[in-house]
T-cell receptor
Framework: EDKVVQSPLSLVVHEGDTVTLNCSYE??????LLWYKQEKKAPTFLFML????IEKKSGRLSSILDKKELSSILNITATQTGDSAIYLC????????????FGKGTKLSVKP | DTGVSQDPRHKITKRGQNVTFRCDPI?????LYWYRQTLGQGPEFLTY????????KSRLLSDRFSAERPKGSFSTLEIQRTEQGDSAMYLC????????????????FGSGTQLSVL
């Protein structure tokens, strides 16, 4: 069965800390991996990763894909309270039309 | 607002009633997804359309659920004879898929319809 597993499921840190969120996957015909941030309602796109070993960066957030290990990490440095959210990992896989499945998410709480 | 819009934002209904949700995707997007999300879970795939064609339905989508996208633009998701277990956030997302061999896609989500079945 195709699946995406995220860890930890929840995390509490203090402002200024650095966090690493993990995503591993088992799918047929992997195509790409996406990270989303969900604060209240709609998830918002962060990164799309297709090539192994190439880091994507946006401000204090960065992510990298390891196709050999079937995993990805999302790093957040110098965390702020505004980083508190659920971080979702999703994988596009399958045949020509593709499909996309999500992990359960990591709930990050950043305390002042 | 040129994002994905969903209507209504909230729906409270009694068990056994039928409900219908609407999703208006970003206008040039050809692919439209429906997901269901419950507390503490990631979004679960329900179904998706490429233009007006419904290409895949999840096993989660029982016979009580039906989705349409008649003209390849907006979509509706109907739940018949609602049950308490249907209570969830129903998310719609759209994307622009360039062709058959695309490496991935970015989904743009609507704010969802929160369904409560009493």
């Amino acid at each position: 069965e195709d699946k995406v597993v995220q860890s930890p499921l929840s995390l509490v840190v203090h402002e200024g800390d650095t966090v690493t969120l993990n995503c591993s996957y088992e799918v047929t015909n992997f195509r790409s991996l996406l990270w989303y941030k969900q604060e209240k309602k709609a998830p918002t796109f962060l990164f799309m990763l297709t090539s192994s070993g190439i880091e994507k960066k946006s401000g204090r957030l960065s992510s990298i894909l390891d196709k050999k290990e079937l995993s990805s990490i999302l790093n957040i440095t110098a965390t702020q309270t505004g980083d508190s959210a659920i971080y979702l990992c999703a994988v596009v896989y399958g045949g020509s039309q593709g499909n996309l499945i999500f992990g359960k998410g990591t709930k990050l709480s950043v305390k002042p | 607002d040129t994002g994905v819009s969903q209507d209504p934002r909230h729906k409270i209904t009694k068990r056994g009633q039928n409900v219908t949700f609407r999703c208006d995707p970003i206008s040039e997007h050809n692919r439209l997804y429906w997901y269901r999300q419950t507390l503490g879970q990631g979004p679960e795939f329900l179904t998706y359309f490429q233009n007006e064609a419904q290409l895949e339905k999840s096993r989660l989508l029982s016979d009580r659920f039906s989705a349409e996208r008649p003209k390849g633009s907006f979509s509706t998701l109907e739940i018949q004879r609602t049950e308490q277990g249907d209570s969830a956030m129903y998310l719609c997302a759209s994307s622009l898929v360039p062709g058959v061999s695309h490496p991935g896609e970015k989904l743009f989500f609507g704010s969802g319809t929160q369904l409560s079945v009493l």
